[in-house]
């Protein structure tokens, strides 16, 4: 071949290179341009993807699926039970794709679901969307959470479909469907998909070859079923070698925590699931919580407001003792104490050492409280009869001798002589009272009491005459029918140690302030004769007295006492009243069950007579020879006996009452019918303490039984009637606290009229806190469907 020849063939090659690049780059250049494309693409959908914030509060779901609808461009079919309205809060960011999760779950958490129909999804309750369309799943079908309903198959290998079924019954949803298959050993289950695979995980737990392996299914009270799956796996991960021998060990034991109903599921050996519910009845116990500053006590005989006044007006300063001045003072000045007076309570804001300090200063003072019960007899003597009363002289000053003149105090009169008394001895000094016990305890002189105003202390009954009445009950008897006495009052009252008593006994009588006369539409007076208007201002015409006992604590009462008498005085002018008041204000000393007796109160009474022939007597002038006009006066003297005793617990009332109800048998027949089969109160007392003592364990029913046993005897016993209220309000039966209540403001109502006096058995506070309490129910509860009335 010559060289020519293989220069034309190179050229050839040369030639035919050139071409064949050509074409090749022409026939791939589509494929690159559609790479090129699909890369453009996706950076752009990158680019283009959304974040959104979604930020909801109470709107209708309707609204919202809208919003979704618009911004996923999915179309909806919404059931006309779709109603309510939702609140979302979503502080960060998120894809559209997230958004259309979170759509799910908030459908999931109102009841509803989508259901998915061609190129639309159907929004329904989720109850209706069980026989629906909805998406089916096997086994191994990839899926992720998502709060749908979906209806999953589950093939089982080893484990039975109805035992697997027994086993998922309390951790579905009360909406989803869970089928067991026996002929083909699968379970069938339609519930959300997120639920789907927190059971898929236990299914796959339990589903485990059959050996003496148990399936136990522990509830958790107080820890969490996570936290303790966690910390049991631990203690058989990191310390297996130090197991006791025969312990269970990690291999052989599977725990699933399932927080929906805060569960664990066991799947261990008999032996290991007896151990293992062992560990954690040790581990599920109750947390202490830390104690705050807030503290709330409740009283059981203090008053919450008064008691919370005392405790806020204890020192808060630093000590100024130079010993102390190092120390801290007891209560600090940030300790806040304030009552609640519905529950009678205190809420005490302090740290705990405070808190100690002031919780044994509320130990000491709500205590029990003793009560007084006073019987009192006001009566008028006139002052020419005969009317001795003995006494024994307490006076609050000294005698300078047997025969001085008294000094101070209120004894007598001023001016009035030791030796001017009715039976006085001299030699025998009196007594002067102090605050002390042993001039209690002193014998005293023992005399009638004075012409002027003297006050004695009755010791062995009530000597009047040379006559001893044993009580005051006894001199009212014996001198009603006396036309030289005049009773006044026999107030009766019970009260509590230190709280002030106050009866008044009276009429409301109008005086006479201003007359207008007429006048004419000129402002000129017509006629001075004539009256335009008058005004009238009512005042109490009245016997008031006030006794405010102290008892301390050897049984001595202190007693205030204020005395007010007033009265209409004979002759008076209706529309000029004139008034008659004696009053008598001082403290004493008295032993329990001893009569105080304050005389002396001398008041004088004018009464105007005229007498007349008739006709003759009203000539003017003349009238004066067949007319006459006299005036009497007359003296008196007021007496006022006090007898008051002490009640320190429910037999002594019980005693009182039992003295008082035979009292008013002998002397008001009609009064039988409310105190017949007498009852025998120390029985019913005894049984009262024992239901009470019940009540306060919390033991209901047996303190109701002995309450009843207790009414069964006496059925007006106000103390078991509102115990048994008590309950009923413990036990959320208001209807039936209401009762009680109005049973007990209703028997005393009824008593108080027919014994023209006030019950002796109904304490005052117990009265009134079934007031507070019926107005505190009746408030809260709905109106009765029929009309009753109720007596207050």
């Given at each position: 071949m010559s060289l020519l020849h293989l220069f034309k063939i190179s050229f050839n090659y040369k030639t035919l290179c050139l071409p064949v690049v050509v074409i090749l780059l022409l026939q791939f250049t589509p494929y690159l341009c559609v790479a090129q494309e699909a890369a453009t693409k996706q950076s752009q959908d990158k680019t283009s993807e959304r974040f959104i914030t979604i930020d909801f509060d109470n709107v209708d779901i309707r609204l919202f699926i809208k919003y979704i609808s618009?911004?996923?461009?999915?179309?909806?079919?919404?059931?006309?039970?779709?109603?309510?309205?939702?609140?979302?809060?979503?502080?960060?960011?998120?894809?559209?794709?997230?958004?259309?999760?979170?759509?799910?779950?908030?459908?999931?958490?109102?009841?509803?679901?989508?259901?998915?129909?061609?190129?639309?999804?159907?929004i329904m309750p989720a109850s209706r969307a069980l026989s629906q369309n909805i998406k089916t799943l096997n086994h191994g079908d990839p899926s992720r959470p998502e709060d749908k309903i979906v209806t999953q198959i589950i093939p089982l290998r080893y484990t039975t479909p109805d035992e697997m079924k027994k086993v998922l019954a309390p951790l579905?949803?009360?909406?989803?469907?869970?089928?067991?298959?026996?002929?083909?050993?699968?379970?069938?289950?339609?519930?959300?998909l997120s639920n789907i695979q927190k059971l898929l995980t236990i299914i796959e737990a339990i589903d485990i070859p059959l050996t003496d392996e148990e399936i136990a299914v522990i509830p958790l009270n107080y820890a969490s079923?996570?936290?303790?799956?966690?910390?049991?796996?631990?203690?058989?991960?990191?310390?297996?070698?130090?197991?006791?021998?025969?312990?269970?060990?990690l291999s052989s034991i599977k725990i699933v925590a399932y927080d929906p109903i805060n569960s664990l599921?066991?799947?261990?050996?008999?032996?290991?699931?007896?151990?293992?519910?062992?560990?954690?009845?040790?581990?599920?116990?109750?947390?202490?919580?830390?104690?705050g500053n807030i503290q709330v006590v409740y009283l059981q005989h203090a008053t919450a407001k008064e008691l919370a006044t005392v405790l806020t007006a204890l020192p808060g300063q630093q000590s100024s003792d130079p010993a102390k001045k190092g120390e801290a003072p007891t209560i600090s000045k940030d300790v806040k104490i304030m009552p609640d007076i519905e529950t009678n309570s205190l809420i005490i804001t302090a740290s705990r050492s405070e808190f100690r300090e002031l919780e044994n200063v509320i130990k000491k003072l709500d205590i029990p409280r003793r009560m007084v019960y006073l019987e009192a007899l006001i009566m008028e003597v006139d002052a020419d009869a005969t009317f001795d009363v003995g006494v024994n002289w307490m006076g609050g000053g000294e005698f300078a001798d047997g025969t001085g003149q008294m000094l101070s105090g209120f004894g007598g009169s001023a001016g009035y002589k030791l030796s001017d008394t009715v039976g006085y001895t001299p030699g025998v000094a009196a007594v002067a009272?102090?605050?002390?016990?042993?001039?209690?305890?002193?014998?005293?002189?023992?005399?009638?009491?004075?012409?002027?105003?003297?006050?004695g202390v009755l010791k062995q009954g009530i000597k009047i005459g040379g006559i001893t009445f044993p009580d005051i009950g006894a001199v009212l008897r014996a001198y009603k029918t006396d036309s030289n006495v005049n009773v006044i009052a026999t107030p009766q009252i019970l009260t509590t140690d230190n709280k002030k008593a106050e009866i008044s006994i009276g009429e409301n009588t109008p005086y006479l302030t201003r007359t207008q006369a007429a006048i004419d539409s000129t402002g000129t007076t017509t006629d001075t004769g004539s009256i335009g208007y008058q005004n009238y201002e009512y005042k109490d015409i009245a016997t008031k007295l006030t006794i405010t006992p102290q008892i301390n604590q050897a049984d001595i009462l202190r007693l205030e006492i204020a005395t007010e008498v007033s009265k209409l005085k004979a002759g008076s002018a209706a529309d000029k009243p004139t008034t008659f008041k004696r009053t008598a204000t001082t403290t004493v000393l008295v032993k329990d069950n001893n009569t105080i007796v304050i005389g002396g109160i001398i008041g004088q009474d004018d009464t105007e007579g005229e007498y007349k022939v008739p006709i003759l007597g009203d000539i003017p002038l003349l009238g004066w020879l067949f007319k006459e006009k006299s005036t009497s006066r007359k003296k008196t003297n007021m007496f006022i006996f006090i007898t008051p005793r002490i009640i320190k617990n429910p037999g002594d009332m019980a005693g009182v009452t039992a003295i008082k109800a035979e009292t008013i048998e002998k002397d008001i027949p009609e009064a039988r019918q409310i105190l017949a089969n007498p009852m025998d109160?120390?029985?019913?007392?005894?049984?009262?303490?024992?239901?009470?003592?019940?009540?306060?364990?919390?033991?209901?029913?047996?303190?109701?039984?002995?309450?009843?046993?207790?009414?069964?005897?006496?059925?007006?016993?106000?103390?078991?009637?509102?115990?048994?209220?008590?309950?009923?309000?413990?036990?959320?039966?208001?209807?039936?606290?209401?009762?009680?209540?109005?049973?007990?403001?209703?028997?005393?109502?009824?008593?108080?009229?027919?014994?023209?006096?006030?019950?002796?058995?109904?304490?005052?506070?117990?009265?009134?806190?079934?007031?507070?309490?019926?107005?505190?129910?009746?408030?809260?509860?709905?109106?009765?469907?029929?009309?009753?009335?109720?007596?207050?």
């Open positions: 618009e911004l996923t461009g999915k179309n909806f079919v919404v059931d006309k039970a779709v109603q309510g309205n939702v609140t979302i809060i979503s502080p960060t960011k998120i894809s559209e794709d997230e958004a259309y999760q979170l759509f799910e779950s908030v459908l999931e958490v109102n009841g509803f679901t989508t259901v998915p129909a061609g190129a639309i999804s159907k579905v949803s009360k909406t989803s469907v869970v089928i067991a298959h026996t002929q083909s050993g699968m379970l069938i289950i339609t519930e959300t079923s996570t936290v303790a799956a966690t910390a049991i796996n631990t203690i058989f991960q990191q310390a297996p070698g130090r197991l006791n021998k025969g312990a269970p060990s599921i066991l799947v261990a050996s008999p032996t290991d699931v007896v151990r293992i519910k062992h560990l954690i009845t040790l581990l599920d116990t109750e947390m202490k919580q830390s104690e009272a102090t605050a002390t016990t042993a001039a209690i305890a002193a014998t005293p002189a023992t005399a009638a009491i004075g012409q002027g105003f003297s006050l109160n120390a029985n019913v007392m005894a049984l009262i303490d024992q239901g009470f003592e019940q009540m306060q364990k919390g033991k209901y029913e047996e303190a109701k039984e002995q309450f009843d046993k207790a009414l069964s005897i006496d059925p007006y016993n106000p103390y078991a009637q509102f115990n048994l209220a008590t309950i009923s309000e413990r036990e959320d039966k208001p209807q039936q606290a209401i009762k009680y209540y109005q049973m007990i403001l209703d028997n005393n109502s009824k008593q108080a009229a027919l014994l023209n006096s006030s019950n002796p058995n109904m304490d005052s506070a117990l009265l009134e806190t079934c007031r507070e309490n019926l107005q505190r129910l009746q408030k809260t509860q709905p109106p009765p469907m029929e009309s009753t009335n109720q007596n207050y």
